[in-house]
Each structure stands twice: as structure tokens, then as C-alpha cells.
């Protein structure tokens, strides 16, 4: 039975807070007086109060009623007396009278009453029918919807009747009803309606007390009954009442143990069972389990395994929900689920790999928060991140870059360097938004960590690397993530809004902390930008000059010049067209522009400029401009906000700081001798872009300074700087000119040959004697030079080079004397390279060959090629120099080529030998030929057929030098397309211009390769094949004006023509026709549309091919079927395209080759890990070997350079050689083998070849090499003796069985091939050469 504490004995505050009473304890009443009943019954009301009928008003009723109450209310469970007295009263106030009176304050008072009366008979209630009994509890709980109104007069009585059902847990009567759920609902739902911001906190307690009662001592929760709770924590529902939410929350934590299995019940027959129909609150499940977790954990003991459940259901959406659902569970901040439940949490992974793009998506997105409040579960995910960063879609991969940022920036220590680095791949993603959410992320990471070193060093030192990958993205082909990376240098490498001083200290160190390829990204940056500004400058020019046609067609062109440097090129060309429209209306936006690109804008008028003409151009009635954002763009681009002259004086400062001792390199992580050396080569590059602003005394008194310094990069750099800007320092600081120039002089002299060359280059340039000076420097070092002495030649040689490059004019006669009386008698047995670069630069200086100079040295550079680098032949030379020789003399014939002039009397045998040095069997040599080659082609300097050339790369053993090669070809190709487009004048120069006219050439010098000596040898004709279409397959990525079927004219047309170079020669000419048999093969194979008519007849070149024989044709199929199926379908080769080891020379003179089938070993080439790590990762839409090589990331760079450390030289600037050292690189083609033969061991190599022609008998006699009188062989063979005795003929070495192969190579892009033969390494080991020397 109930016990119920005795309400009367309190104090009266308690109930009702005070106001119904004014005593503190019970008041005794006179004796009741009695009052016959309608039944008969007497009731007794309490003194003075008078019969309660529906006789009376209901003022008079409420009146009465309010003295009933304070009756009941004194009353206590031990008043037996009084309980028999007022039983019939109790019973009366239950009538249907009092139950619907329509008065409020009746049923109020009435409602105070019956709780009374049940605390004060219970634990038996006076009323037996169960009937009245639910009749009166609906009744009371109506009553209760009046605690909405605070501030409603009857609101302590509302309170009171509140708080007496709670003390009293009268409701707990109910449990004996059959229908006690109904009332229980009706209850729950009118607590949690009333329930408001209003109420304090006596009012919640009194409602959990009441509710919790009733859930914890009943049988059991109703489903009803749990709908009514857990519908507040619906969000909507939670959103209109947050109280009530409030309240559910509380009651559920209190009741958790008996309302658990409830629960359990509900969502096992929703999830599992699938029964909807159980609850309208099936729908929200999700929701609720949510908020129950939230709640308390242990309300969902039972549920957790039934969502492991939904997790593999065969519903994508259904598996969408639970996912979200786990989401919010795994993920909230003091959540233990993944730690408690790892079935679960496993499944939960799982998901990351689902089939369903949505499941996968929001996976991802959960795991920013999981990192962010679980770090310890980071390992977990990190492997699941690594797979969807790779993911097929791309939202998925943009979001896991967006997680893996939001985690790194609210605290770096939440993502290791893994998740940074699938970051860090996806800024090479195939999808630009992708890959500019990446380089976005971490430019914000490096700002908060590296510049504004929120976190300490060890963070700063975690993310040193992005400023370095981000600046390696500048070498991507698209203009969009130019731009980008450009936008990000101004606003998180180097923040433009910072102050001058603190902005150049942040551009200082941080150009002496980037690497190398970051350096010349961040130069090219300048570059481009100037360039634009150059651009920009002659649009101007162009509205200050008349209108004509020449000058429209001229701006036209500027203005898609000028379209390609902005994104989305096809729609900047509107938007182009139209500023240019609003430039020659609007005088005042031109004077603007003007000033933004003038040399003397500072950094604060340009931020000025940019926005005034933006606001002049804005329209406030369009939000959303195009054409203003594309206009902003450009100016962006085109504006000074770095550099300025206040900019530079800031930046000499800081390196005399660094000078003097007193900087804070150390502090910034470089050494003081890095930071100047950095300075220096930082200035030099901005003295290219910005030269007007080192126009001070200052500037330049460091910089005299620096070239005082011992350190001789410093010093050449400083003397770089002096040259570009220097132009008014003799007219306006006279006192820096007589500084100047005996140190220049000094130099010149005896300062390195880089210096040397600088200051020759220098007094050129700005001085107005530069006659007098250099007549000054000439004549001492004329009247000095000593072959005896070669280690103090070459100073002197590179001066003197330079001086009559220069000054032709003045110094052509007295070269003349040097050249004929020391260099050709003296030096050119000694120290052949300065020699070969002293008579190239005395030629390039005359520019004419009225002398025959340039024959003369024609003839010595191809006799240097074909004797393969020893003139004398008697082998007194070294491999290593024999290899820098070879290249010397290659490029020497190219570097003449240049000149017009030379380029007419070079012969094609010996334009044939410059070309096989791309063949050579040193890997220096070939990668640094191939590096002018392209050099010089690209900027239009060397003729078409030098183009062609780069089809014999395709016997290159090593595939990042063909990928290269490949990379050279599209950029040459795109350039000369482009510049036939912009300039149409250059249509009547195709011959020399169009690429496709590089055909005629190609098969020309195939027909002249000297591994080509078998017209019908199928092996040689696939080598033909190889290296035709290793051009053709660039060529014919587009069918552009029908040139496919041009370039099939062409090869028909040359066989209707003789080969120029040997026109008699049977065998010449059908070695020629043979090989455009093959390329006409190949065309018709590769392209459909070669068959249409030819848009012009082509002309071919006449120094290669005659002209066409009137009556002349020539309809023989120089390859039969058979061969033309073999080629075609490409059965495979029993060797590699250039031969193997110890296999007899394909041709006379000639190693071969060996390469090998991709299967046979890894990677030969290892390249710079920032530019090619993540080649395969990129997804970028290129072609197979430029994503293999990383060659593309440096697309606009694309020549690699390798460098090595000589023994006590000093670090050489261009390019540097190791040939006999070459054998100790053990790196690995990717995908192809490349077998050397070490230097110094030929006696080794010689023994094996002859023990192997021993075995396999004469066939495999070795043969000598061309040019070259054969070895000595103490056990020659018939066969060899034989091969002695054939005349020398001109050739090149190739590479392969060679002493010369790469070796170990520092530092660089490229690392040499790997050595077969291990047991080769030792002998040359001690070899290191410079190939500048």
C-alpha cells in the first residue's frame, strides 16, 4: 500500500507557494454542518459553507468550492473522523455536475479537491467504479493544460494541483484500470504540450516525478505511451518545443533501465522485422536512435547490433540512412561507440568501399569530424581515405580533401603525413576542381603553420614541403592552374598585403628554402607575368597609333595573345575583345592601365589602379559580371603587388644582414652563406623582370659588396644583376662606374669563366666605350695566352670568345691572327672544348664566311665526330673527354646552324653527323644534345630539319629520354602551329615553319642511318618504322588543314625524286624510296583520312632531293606484303631495336643498343620525387609515356638537366657529365634494361667478345668502329682481321656496350642506368668529369 507523506504538516509556501494560506499549518474549523443529498445521503460541508447545487451561480459555486478546498487541503491521512464525515462530499464533487461544469475556476477548484481527497484516503480511493475512476483522472489530467499560462491568476493553483498528484503519485491508482494507458497517454502528451520556457524548474521536477513514477512501477511501456515520449525528440518536434524536448531527455536518462527493452522492442520490430505499421514514429528511426544515443547509450544496448544489420542491407538508400545515422553516432564528441562496438565500427569502414556512390560520399564526410574528435581512430581511417582519394567520382575525391583540411586546420596533429600526402597527389588530379580544392588546402595549411607558426616548429617542419609542390604545379600545362598557383603565391606564400619589410622577408627565405624545380617554377611565375605586362604595354602602343588595317590585324593578334594567358581562352577572347573596346573609349582607364605596367609602379599604385579600374567597370545592377572577373584576372597578373624599388631596397637589405652576421637565418632554418647565395640569385631574377627598380646608390653598393666575395656564384650573380639594370648607372652614379669597371675588368681576366663571360657581357652592355674596354681586356689576354698552362686558358678563352661574339667589327682581325696562331696550332690537341666555343663565338660574331673560316671549322667538327672525340687516334684520350669532345662538336655544328649564313654551306653529311650525337653511347651526352636541340628549336632559331633529329630518339634505350624526346616534339609542334596562327606572314615561310615539313627531312636521315644497310632486312625496317612514327604519332594527333594527306603526298612525291646527297647511288635511292614505303605504310595504317586530296602540292627541300625527272615514275612497292604485315602487326623481335651484348655491331662503327622488353627489370631513371611521384597517380589525360616519366608536370620546362659533383670543381651551372664514373649508377630503367660496359675494363669486354666469337664461330666476328683504325687483338679472328682492312667511314658511337653509361649521377632529375654486370663497377670508380671544363 502507498504510504503518502502528509501534506498538511507542511509549510504552506510549499503548496501553492504560499498563497492560499495565511498561517503556516492547519487551521481547525467548526463542526461540519450537514446537507441532505439528491439520493438521500447527507453530506456534510465544512462549516460555513452552504450547500453546492447547480441552484446556484457560479460565482457562488466557485466561492464555496474555494472553502471545500482549504477543507481538503488541511486534511490528513490520520483524520479518520473527518474521512467518514466528508465521504459523501468526496463522492458529490465526483458528480457529473462538477466533472462538466463548463466554468474553468469550478473544475479547477474541483480538480484541487479530488487530489485531496485521493492523498488523503489513499491508499484505497473512496471511488470503486473504474468507470468513475477514469472518468475522474481524464478529468484532472484536462485540468493540467492550464500550467501552459504562467502568468494566468489561477496559475499557483494549477501549480498546487500539479504538485499533490506528484507528491501523492495518485496516478499509480490507475494500474488497477483496464484501459489505464489511455489516461497515461492523455497525461504524457498534456505535460509535454504545457511544458514552455515560462516554467521553472519546480514545475519540470514535479512532471518527471509524476511521469516517471508511472513508467517505473508499471508493467510495462505501451507502445502508444512510447510514441508519446519519443516524438519530442523528432527534430521538428524538438524544434518547436524545446522544452519538451528537454523533458523527454531527462525522463528517459531517469528511466533507462526499465524503459531499455521497451525501446529495444519498438526498433527491433521496425528494423529488422520491417514492421512500419507498429508506431507512426517508424519513419524517423533514424533520428530517434540518433537522439536516444545522444541521451544515453545504454537506451540502444540491444538496437546497436540490429543497424550491423541494416549496414549490408541490399537497399542503397536504406544503407544511406544507417550510414548517416552511424555518422552522427562514431562521430560526435564524447562518443565511446567505435571503442565499445568494434563489429560495428568495422562494418561502419566497410562502407567506405560501398557500391553506392551516396554511402561512399557521406563516409568520407563523416571522417572530418571522427578526425577531429577521435584522432585515435585516424589509423583506422587513413587506409580507407587512400582508396576513396583514388575514387572513380569525382565529389568523393574533392571530399576527402575537404575532410582531411578541416581536420588539419582546427589542429595539424589530427592528420598525419599520409592523409597530407593523398592531399598532396590529388594536386595533379584529372578534375580542375578537384585539384584546386587541393592546392587551396594546403596554401591555407602553410599559412597557418609556416608563416604564421601557429603550432610551433615541429608543425612548420611537418608542412615545409607544400610551399615546394604547390610552385611544381606551375608546370602543368593548363592556364588555370597557372593562375591559381600564381593567386596562391600572392595571398599564402607571400601574403601581398603584408608590409614591404615583412614581405620581403618572407619572399627572402622563402626562395632559400624552396628546391631547385620550386626556383625556376617561381622564376618562369615572373617571367610569365612580365610577359603579360609586355603584352599589355604594346596593346597600348597600339591605340596611340592611327587606325589602319596593319595596325587592327596587329591588335587582333595581341588580344588573342593576351586571351591565352587568361582561363577559359575561347570566352576570354570576348571578354578581350570587349576591354579592349572600353580601353579606346575610355582615355582615363587607358592612363590607368598605363600606370599599373609602368617600371615605376609601386606596389601601393597598383593595388589603387587595379581597383579603380575595377570600379569602373563594374556594374551595380549586374552581381555577377563575367566579363569583370576575367578583366580582374589579367590585372591581377599583369600588377606589381610584390616588387617595387622600396621592395628591393628591403630585399639588399636583408642580405647585408645575412653579410654582416646579424640576420635571423638561422632562426629561419637556412645557413647564412645559403641565405646570400639565394639573395643574390633572387635579385638576379627579379633584375630580369624589374630592372628600373635597382635603379639606386644603395642597391648597387651591396652589390659591389657581394662582388668582392669569395663565393663565385655570388659574385657572377651580382655581375648578372649590374648588366640588366645597369644602363643609366654612367650617367647617373658616376662614382658607382669607376668602382665598377676594374672590377669587371679583374674579372674578365681572372675570375671564373662564368664571371668572365658576365663581365665581358656587362661592358657591353653598359658602358658608352665598351670599344675602349674591351679593347683593354682583349689585348692583354691576346698577348698572355700560354698553352703551357692550359689551367689558366680557360678564363682567358671564354673572355675572348665572348669579345669578338660582341664586337665583331673591332676584334674580327686580331681573332683571326689568335685563331690561326694559337688556337688551331696550339690548342686544339690540348683543350679542345674552350677551343671549339672560342671559334663558334668568333664565327657567330662575323656572321659571314667571306673568309671560309666557317668550312674550315665545318670539317674540323665532323672530323672530331667521326674519329668519335680523338682527332689524333691515338687513343691518348680519355673516354670521358672523347664523350665531352663528341658533344661539344655536335653542338657547335647546331649552334652554327643558327646563323643562316653557316646554316647554307653545313652539308647534309655533316648535319647527319650532328645528328647521330642524339645516338650517343654516353647518357650525358645524348640528354645534354638533347636539351639544345629542343632549346633552340623551340625558339625558332634552328631550321626545320634540325626537328627531325628527335626521331631517332626512338632507339634510345632509356624511356623517360624517348619521353622526353616525345615531350620536346609536342611542345615544338604547338609552338610553331601557333605561331603560324598568330602571324600571318609566316605563311609564306611554311617550308621553314609548318611541322609537317619536317617529313621530307625525317626520311632523308633515316635513309642515311648507318644501321639502315639492309633495305630488306626486316629487323632494319622496323627500326625505320620505330623511329617514323615515334614523329609521325605527333603529327598526326590531329588532322589540321587534311595534313594527313599531305604528309602521304610528300612521301609519294620524294619517290618520284633522287636522293640529292649521293643522286647516282643505286643503293642510296633505294634505301630512300624503301623508307617512305615504310612511312607511307604506316600513314595509310594510322589514319583514314591520308587518302583525301593533298589541300597543296608540297615542296620538297632541294639541298636533300632533286628535282622530279619529267616522265619520271616510280611505282614499285619497295617492301613486299609480307614485310608490310610484319611491320604492321608487329610480330615480336628476336632482339632488342639495338642489339645486345656482345652480338657483332649492326654497322660498321656502331654499338648497339640494348633494349630489352618492359618485363625484364624496373626503372632506370629516378626522377625528382615532387615532379614525378605521383605521375601514376595523376589521372591527368595524357598519353601513356608522359604519364609514366613525370616529364609532364614540366611541361613547359620540359628539359631535364643532370647535375653531378666533380672532384675540386666547382658546382657547374648547365651541365655536367660523369661518363667513367658512369658504371657504378645502379638505378634501373622503368620498364626497360640498359647494359654498359664499364671504362677501363675494354681488355675484360675485348676477352669476352673474342672467347664468344670462339664459341659461336665467324659469324659473330666483331667489327671495327667507323673512323676510327681498329684495336689491337691479341686473339683476333679471320673475320676481325678481314674488317680492319675496310677504309674508315664516318659514324658515331651508340649506346650500349659502352663505357660511358650514366653511372651515379647526383642530385639531378635523372639518375643513369643500372649496371648489369656488377663485377664491372671497381674500374671506374675513380673518374669524374666536368663537361664545361
Not at 371 to 391: F, G, I, Q, W
Not at 493 to 516: F, G, I, Q
Not at 1218 to 1241: I, L, V, Y
Not at 1260 to 1266: S, V
Amino acid at each position: 500500500m502507498l504510504h503518502l507523506p502528509e501534506l498538511r504538516e507542511r509549510p504552506v509556501e510549499d503548496c501553492a507557494e504560499g498563497k492560499f494560506l495565511s498561517g503556516g499549518t492547519r487551521m481547525d474549523f467548526p463542526a461540519a454542518q450537514p446537507k441532505p443529498a439528491a439520493d438521500g445521503k447527507i453530506i456534510y460541508y465544512p462549516p460555513g459553507v452552504k450547500e453546492i447545487t447547480d441552484k446556484i451561480t457560479n460565482d457562488e459555486v466557485v466561492k464555496r468550492l474555494k472553502m471545500v478546498v482549504k477543507t481538503f487541503m488541511d486534511m490528513d491521512q490520520d483524520s479518520e473522523d473527518e474521512k467518514q464525515q466528508y465521504l459523501p462530499l468526496a463522492l458529490h464533487l465526483a458528480s457529473e455536475f462538477f466533472l462538466r461544469n463548463p466554468n474553468k475556476d469550478v473544475r479547477l477548484l474541483v480538480a484541487c479537491c479530488l487530489a485531496d481527497i485521493f492523498r488523503i484516503y489513499a491508499p484505497e480511493a473512496p471511488y470503486t467504479s473504474h468507470d468513475k475512476l477514469k472518468d475522474i483522472f481524464l478529468f484532472i489530467t484536462r485540468q493540467l493544460k492550464g500550467l501552459e499560462d504562467t502568468k494566468s491568476p489561477q496559475f499557483n493553483r494549477y501549480f498546487y494541483l500539479l504538485e499533490n498528484l506528484a507528491w501523492v503519485k495518485s496516478y499509480n491508482i490507475c494500474f488497477e484500470l483496464e484501459d489505464c494507458n489511455e489516461i497515461f497517454i492523455q497525461l504524457f502528451r498534456t505535460l509535454f504540450s504545457v511544458i514552455n520556457n515560462s516554467h521553472n524548474q519546480k514545475v519540470q521536477m514535479h512532471m518527471l516525478d509524476l511521469m516517471s513514477s508511472i513508467i517505473m512501477e508499471g508493467d510495462g511501456v505501451t507502445q502508444e505511451l512510447l510514441d508519446s515520449i519519443l516524438i519530442n525528440l523528432i527534430p521538428a518536434h524538438k524544434n518547436l518545443n524545446k522544452q519538451a524536448f528537454d523533458l523527454a531527455k531527462v525522463l528517459l536518462k531517469r528511466t533507462v533501465q526499465t524503459i531499455e527493452p521497451c525501446i529495444a522492442n519498438f526498433f527491433n520490430q521496425v528494423l529488422v522485422l520491417g514492421k512500419s505499421s507498429v508506431s507512426d514514429l517508424s519513419e524517423h528511426v533514424f533520428d530517434l536512435i540518433q537522439e536516444l544515443f545522444a541521451i544515453d547509450p545504454h537506451l540502444l544496448l540491444s538496437v546497436m547490433p540490429q543497424l550491423e544489420f541494416k549496414l549490408k542491407s541490399n537497399d542503397g538508400e536504406e544503407r544511406l540512412a544507417v550510414v548517416r545515422l552511424l555518422a552522427k553516432l562514431f562521430g560526435s564528441k564524447d562518443s565511446d561507440l567505435a571503442t565499445q562496438n568494434r563489429p560495428l565500427w568495422q562494418c561502419f569502414l566497410g562502407r567506405f568501399n560501398d557500391i553506392h556512390v551516396p554511402v561512399r560520399l557521406e563516409s568520407v564526410k563523416f571522417a572530418s569530424h571522427c578526425l577531429m574528435n577521435h584522432p585515435d581512430l585516424a589509423k583506422d581511417l587513413t587506409e580507407y581515405l587512400k582508396v576513396r582519394s583514388h575514387d572513380p567520382e569525382e565529389a568523393i575525391r574533392h571530399d576527402v580533401i575537404v575532410t582531411i583540411i578541416t581536420a588539419g586546420k582546427r589542429d595539424l596533429s589530427l592528420v598525419n603525413d599520409q592523409l597530407l600526402g593523398f592531399v598532396r597527389e590529388r594536386t595533379l588530379d584529372k578534375r580542375w576542381r578537384v585539384r584546386k580544392e587541393a592546392m587551396m588546402g594546403l596554401a591555407q595549411l602553410y599559412k597557418k603553420y609556416c608563416l604564421h607558426a601557429e603550432a610551433g616548429k615541429d608543425a612548420a617542419e611537418k608542412v615545409s614541403w607544400i610551399k615546394d609542390k604547390l610552385l611544381h604545379i606551375y608546370y602543368q600545362n593548363s592556364i588555370d592552374d597557372k593562375l591559381l598557383v600564381e593567386k596562391i603565391f600572392a595571398q599564402y606564400l607571400v601574403p601581398h598585403n603584408l608590409e614591404t619589410e615583412e614581405r620581403m622577408k618572407c619572399l627572402y627565405y622563402l626562395y632559400a628554402s624552396l628546391d631547385p624545380n620550386a626556383v625556376k617554377a617561381l622564376n618562369e611565375m615572373w617571367k610569365c607575368q612580365n610577359m603579360l605586362r609586355s603584352h599589355v604595354r604594346e596593346l597600348l602602343d597600339l591605340h596611340k597609333q592611327p587606325t589602319s588595317e596593319a595596325n587592327s590585324a596587329a591588335m587582333f593578334g595581341k588580344l588573342m595573345t593576351i586571351a591565352k594567358n587568361l582561363p577559359d581562352p575561347g570566352k576570354a577572347q570576348d571578354f578581350v575583345k570587349k576591354f579592349n573596346q572600353v580601353l579606346g573609349d575610355d582615355e582615363k582607364l587607358r592612363s590607368q592601365l598605363e600606370l599599373l605596367i609602368s617600371p615605376t609602379c609601386s606596389c601601393k599604385q597598383a593595388d589603387v589602379c587595379v581597383r579603380e579600374i575595377a570600379r569602373k567597370l563594374a556594374n551595380p545592377k549586374q552581381p555577377t559580371n563575367p566579363f569583370l572577373e576575367m578583366v580582374k584576372f589579367l590585372l591581377e597578373r599583369i600588377a606589381p603587388v610584390h616588387i617595387d624599388s622600396e621592395a628591393i631596397s628591403a630585399l639588399v637589405k636583408l642580405m647585408n644582414k645575412s653579410i654582416e652576421g646579424t640576420a635571423d637565418d638561422e632562426e629561419e632554418g637556412v645557413s647564412p652563406d645559403t641565405a646570400i647565395r639565394a639573395g643574390l640569385e633572387l635579385l638576379k631574377v627579379l633584375s630580369f623582370t624589374h630592372p628600373t627598380s635597382f635603379h639606386s646608390a644603395e642597391t648597387y653598393e651591396s652589390l659591389l659588396q657581394c662582388l668582392r666575395m669569395e663565393d663565385d656564384k655570388v659574385a657572377e650573380a651580382a655581375i648578372q644583376i649590374f648588366r640588366n639594370t645597369g644602363h643609366k648607372i654612367e650617367t647617373d652614379l658616376p662614382q658607382i662606374r669607376s668602382t665598377l669597371i676594374p672590377i669587371l675588368h679583374q674579372k674578365a681576366k681572372r675570375g671564373t669563366p662564368h664571371q668572365a663571360k658576365q663581365a665581358v657581357h656587362c661592358i657591353h652592355a653598359i658602358f658608352s666605350n665598351k670599344e675602349v674596354q674591351l679593347a683593354q681586356i682583349f689585348e692583354p689576354l691576346s698577348r698572355s695566352l700560354n698553352a703551357d698552362v692550359p689551367e689558366q686558358l680557360i678564363t682567358p678563352l671564354v673572355s675572348l670568345g665572348h669579345i669578338s661574339m660582341l664586337a665583331p667589327d673591332q676584334f674580327a682581325s686580331p681573332m683571326k691572327s689568335v685563331v690561326a696562331n694559337f688556337i688551331v696550332k696550339d690548342l686544339l690537341m690540348n683543350d679542345r672544348v674552350q677551343a671549339i666555343k672560342l671559334l663558334v663565338r668568333w664565327l657567330l660574331g662575323m656572321k659571314n664566311n667571306q673568309s671560309k673560316s666557317a668550312n674550315s671549322t665545318l670539317r674540323l667538327l665532323s672530323a672530331m665526330l667521326v674519329s668519335e672525340g680523338d682527332l689524333t687516334e691515338q687513343k691518348r684520350i680519355s673516354k670521358s673527354d672523347m664523350s665531352r669532345l663528341r658533344l661539344a662538336a655536335g653542338s657547335a655544328i647546331m649552334k652554327l646552324a643558327q646563323e643562316p649564313c653557316y646554316h647554307e654551306i653545313i652539308t647534309p653529311e655533316q648535319f647527319q653527323l650532328c645528328a647521330l650525337v642524339i645516338n650517343d653511347e654516353c647518357y650525358q651526352v645524348r640528354q645534354i644534345f638533347a636539351q639544345k636541340l629542343h632549346k633552340a628549336l623551340v625558339k625558332l632559331l634552328l631550321p626545320l630539319e634540325y626537328m627531325a633529329i628527335f626521331a631517332l630518339c626512338a632507339k634510345d634505350p632509356v624511356k623517360e629520354r624517348r619521353a622526353h624526346a616525345r615531350q620536346c616534339l609536342l611542345k615544338n609542334i604547338s609552338i610553331r602551329r601557333e605561331y603560324i596562327k598568330q602571324n600571318p606572314m609566316a605563311n609564306e615561310k611554311l617550308l621553314s615553319l609548318l611541322p609537317e615539313y619536317v617529313v621530307p627531312y625525317m626520311i632523308h636521315l633515316l635513309a642515311h642511318d648507318p644501321d639502315f644497310t639492309k633495305p630488306q632486312d626486316v629487323d632494319q625496317l622496323r627500326d625505320v618504322k620505330e623511329c617514323l612514327w615515334f614523329m609521325l604519332e605527333v603529327l598526326m594527333t590531329k588532322n589540321e588543314n587534311n595534313s594527313h594527306a599531305f604528309m602521304k603526298k610528300m612521301a609519294e612525291n620524294i619517290k618520284l625524286t633522287r636522293d640529292a646527297q649521293s643522286p647516282d647511288e643505286p643503293k642510296a635511292n633505294e634505301k630512300l624510296y624503301t623508307v617512305c614505303d615504310v612511312a607511307l605504310c604506316v600513314i595509310n595504317s594510322k589514319s583514314a583520312l591520308c587518302n583525301a586530296d593533298s589541300p597543296k602540292d608540297p615542296v620538297l627541300p632541294t639541298k636533300f632531293f632533286t628535282q622530279p625527272e619529267k616522265d619520271f615514275s616510280n611505282d614499285r612497292n619497295y617492301i613486299s606484303e609480307e614485310t608490310r604485315v610484319l611491320l604492321l602487326t608487329g610480330k615480336p623481335k628476336p632482339t632488342g631495336v639495338l642489339g645486345t651484348v656482345n652480338k657483332p655491331l649492326s654497322a660498321t662503327g656502331r654499338r648497339p643498343y640494348i633494349r630489352t622488353t618492359g618485363s625484364e627489370t624496373g626503372s632506370n631513371i629516378s626522377v625528382n620525387s615532387e615532379l614525378s611521384s605521383s605521375a601514376g597517380n595523376r589521372s591527368r589525360e595524357q598519353s601513356s609515356d608522359i604519364s609514366e616519366t613525370g616529364v609532364s608536370e614540366n611541361d613547359e620546362n620540359p628539359v631535364r638537366i643532370i647535375s653531378v659533383t666533380p672532384a675540386k670543381t666547382e658546382p657547374v651551372k648547365n651541365k655536367e657529365i660523369n661518363s667513367d664514373q658512369a658504371t657504378q649508377g645502379n638505378s634501373t630503367e622503368r620498364g626497360k634494361k640498359r647494359t654498359a660496359t664499364a671504362s677501363g675494363t675494354e681488355n675484360i669486354h675485348q676477352k669476352a667478345e673474342e672467347n664468344n666469337a670462339d664459341e659461336t664461330g665467324p659469324s659473330l666476328a666483331a667489327k671495327t668502329r667507323r673512323g676510327r683504325p681498329p684495336k689491337p687483338e691479341p686473339q683476333g679472328t679471320t673475320a676481325k682481321n678481314e674488317e680492319t682492312n675496310k677504309p674508315p667511314v664516318r659514324g658515331r658511337k651508340r649506346a650500349a656496350a659502352s663505357q660511358e653509361s650514366p653511372g651515379s649521377i647526383e642530385a639531378g632529375n635523372a639518375k643513369a642506368p643500372k649496371q648489369q654486370d656488377t663485377a664491372k663497377k671497381p674500374a671506374a670508380a675513380q673518374r669524374q668529369i666536368d663537361l664545361q671544363r
